[in-house]
């Protein structure tokens, strides 16, 4: 009897601990797997796209959009990119939908790029001045923007923070041009004295 006992104790001794270690390496492939899971970096709120944009994705990463706000030309733009968010992808659309999160609907319109045509363009934009200021001087603009590519509707959400630099910088190119405006004022205003002293000069 003490034999039997004895190789049972010992039979279950090596199952229990060939399942501890089946667990202990189960566990381990988890930790493996989670260590090199793709993070969404990429994409992720902050980045940034070819044109310097704010990126926006569109299905299951399918394609992107990238919105870009010009202050030179007062425009609101988008391009439609690749699924990588690098190349161009061209679409059909004559327009497409920004709708601003508690503001009426925006409507941009196809502007191909050189090269682009037979219908089709990966730019589209809105040329308004007061619209491009106002989402200066919020600094963000939030809200969902529709296309349809290849005949098929996507939509994607619109999460793009200005730089407070790019903002401020604007704000102080005013501020030189005021400057230089006084300057040439004083200018002006100094000339008429100059003369009349050195009038009195050739007098004496």
């Known amino acids: 009897m003490a034999r039997i006992n004895l190789a049972l104790i010992l039979g279950l001794g090596l199952i229990l601990t060939s399942v501890g270690c089946g667990n202990s390496k189960s566990d381990y492939k988890r930790v493996q797997d989670i260590k090199k899971a793709p993070a969404h970096d990429e994409h992720d709120h902050g980045a940034k796209g070819p044109h310097g944009g704010s990126l926006v994705e569109l299905g299951a990463d399918e394609y992107h959009a990238e919105v870009v706000l010009d202050h030179d030309t007062h425009a609101l733009r988008v391009f439609v990119l690749d699924k990588e968010a690098k190349g161009a992808q061209t679409t059909s659309a004559t327009e497409i939908t920004i709708a601003p999160e508690g503001k009426d609907s925006l409507t941009l319109k196809a502007v191909p790029l050189d090269g682009e045509g037979d219908g089709k363009s990966s730019r589209f934009e809105l040329i308004d001045d007061k619209l491009v200021h106002d989402i200066m001087d919020a600094k963000f603009l939030h809200g969902d923007l529709r296309i349809t590519i290849n005949d098929k509707p996507y939509s994607g959400h619109i999460d793009m923070h200005l730089d ?28 008429p004295a100059t003369e009349e002293k050195k009038e009195e000069e050739k007098k004496e």
Do not use: P, V
């Open 164 to 191: 407070g630099d790019d903002h401020d910088h604007d704000h102080d190119h005013e501020k030189e041009d005021h400057k230089d405006e006084h300057k040439d004022e004083h200018k002006d205003e100094a000339k």
